[in-house]
Each structure stands twice: as C-alpha cells, then as structure tokens.
C-alpha cells in the first residue's frame, strides 16, 4: 500500500477559499435542502466510494468542507491519502447534521475528484522513472485559484514542486533573454537585485545557451525542448564543468517540453536531476467519486 508525504495546506490559508466556493454554489440558499429539512434537524451517515480506479487524493480537503458548514460533521476516511483504490471500495465515512452533508456535498466531491485525477495521472509519470534517480516536477500551469491544492495532488501522486510562484525562485526563459539581450545579461542584471539565497534558473535551447548559462553561474539549468540526443551532449558539458569547478557546486540540470508518457523515461535516462511536465494537471481527468447516504 502507497501513501503520501505531501503537506497540506494549513486550515489558515484553507479556510478562505473553501468558504469563497461553498458561497459560490449556496448562493443566498440551498433551496432543496433547506426546504427538505426545514422541520428536520436530524443526522445522517453517508458513505463515498471510488467509481474508478485512481490515487486518491483531497479526503482532508473534503472533511473541512462539511465542517465549515458544522463543526459537530465526523468525516472519518477509510483509505489513506495518496492510496491507490480499486473501483467499488469505500474511502470515507461521513456523519453529521443532514443539511451539511446534502449542502456541501458536490463542493467536497469536485475537490476530490479533480485532485484525485491530477494524482492519479502524477503517480503513472512518478512509476514510470521510479528506479531512476531522476525527479518528477510539476509546473506553474494550474488553475487561476486551484494552484495551492492542485500542486498539493501532484505531491500526493509522487511528484516535487517546482515553484508556487514568481516569488519563489528566479527563472530566466526566452522572453527574459530576448528583453535582457543574452542569457549572460540577465543573469548579471538579476544577479544584482536578488535577495539571498534565491537560486537561478536559466532555460536553454541550445549548446550555445548551455555555456553561457554555465560561464555565468547559473544555479540550475533547463533544457527546454531538446531531442534526447542533443540533452545527453548538454548534461555531458554540465556535469564535466561541475567536476572541474574549485568551489564544488554541482549544477542541477532540469529537462522539459515535450514530456509526456512515452518520452519521460529516455529523458530521465540522460541523466537529468528534474523532469518539468504540466500534464498531470493539464491533462488529468477528473477520478469518479460518489456520496451515499444510508
């Protein structure tokens, strides 16, 4: 059984945004529950169960959802976040006022099922290099809104976070070096402005942007859409500078674009510390889950 290191995010920065969405979808009422139970202040209990095999991911998410709407809601998961579940099991016991679990039901369920899929599809990425030492990395492509929770599933599916934001880490792309007017240029502009310990990343498409990534010290260097071929010469030039540099420093060597299921593997095989990919977020497909009251 597989089970997850990912952090969560805590219920200070949680709470806000599972309100904003639980406003968004009772709006000035929910006119069926409310109605239904108008008279009716029982409890009830209500199973989920996976409709699909997948990783499943957000179960902590899901329990504070319905304890917003009433803090005496038990939600008791039955599987451990980040086990990987057959179609058919239960993964959580729920009990609690009726009016919370019918009231806040399809704002948990979304949650769940969107982070599970997105961790379903990063475990498949993850178990395709697992017995290489090569890193799975997620991306700044998410969801205006959903970043902080989509990249808590891709933790949970096996992977690391790249960066949470701008602020995070420096890192130099194209449109940077064009504005900059060379790779060497932005980095000693940047270089200047920068707090310490802020790394920098350089993204390279070439031989030639390696070098000058390298001649100036970058941090980490990204090798943006290269044909295997042409990333083996590159980490070869990497790691012979590595070797031969006073200090020690070993550069980190990043590849991405173009990764997907049937790439991951020969670009992990050329020796690369990272992989970047957005499609664990970008091309997951929600994993079907269910409410059942009894």
């Excluded at 790249?162 to 880490?169: K, P, S, Y």
């Excluded at 943006?224 to 060597?253: C, E, H, T, Y």
Aim: glycine share 8%; charged share 25%; net charge neutral.
């Amino acid at each position: 059984m597989r089970t997850s290191n990912a952090v969560l995010p805590p219920n200070l920065l949680l709470n806000d945004y599972l309100k904003a969405w639980l406003q968004e979808d009772i709006g000035r009422g929910d006119r069926t529950t409310q109605s239904l139970l108008a008279e009716n202040t029982s409890t009830g209990q209500a199973q989920w169960i996976a409709k699909a095999d997948g990783v499943i991911a957000g179960l902590p998410i899901a329990a504070r959802v319905f304890q917003l709407l009433n803090e005496k809601v038990s939600f008791t998961p039955l599987v451990k976040e980040g086990e990987y579940c057959k179609s058919g099991i239960a993964i959580a016991k729920i009990e609690g006022s009726l009016d919370a679990l019918l009231t806040g039901e399809r704002v948990a369920l979304n949650l769940a099922m969107r982070l599970s899929g997105i961790a379903s599809l990063t475990y498949i990425y993850v178990e395709k290099i697992a017995d290489l030492p090569t890193n799975f990395v997620d991306t700044r492509k998410t969801t205006p809104g959903l970043r902080i929770l989509e990249k808590y599933a891709t933790q949970v599916g096996g992977a690391i976070n790249h960066r949470m934001g701008l602020d995070d880490a420096v890192m130099i792309k194209d449109n940077h070096i064009a504005a900059a007017g060379g790779i060497g240029k932005a980095i000693t502009c940047i270089r200047s402005r920068i707090p310490y310990p802020l790394m920098i990343e350089v993204e390279t498409e070439n031989l030639d942007q390696v070098k000058e990534a390298i001649e100036y010290k970058a941090d980490i260097v990204m090798l943006d859409n290269m044909p295997v071929d042409l990333m083996k010469q590159a980490v070869q030039i990497i790691r012979d500078f590595s070797g031969r540099n006073a200090r020690g420093n070993r550069i980190k060597i990043e590849a991405s674009g173009n990764i997907n299921l049937d790439t991951i593997r020969s670009v992990a095989e050329t020796g690369v510390d990272y992989i970047s990919s957005s499609a664990p977020i970008t091309q997951s497909k929600w994993l079907d889950l269910s409410m059942r009251i009894s």
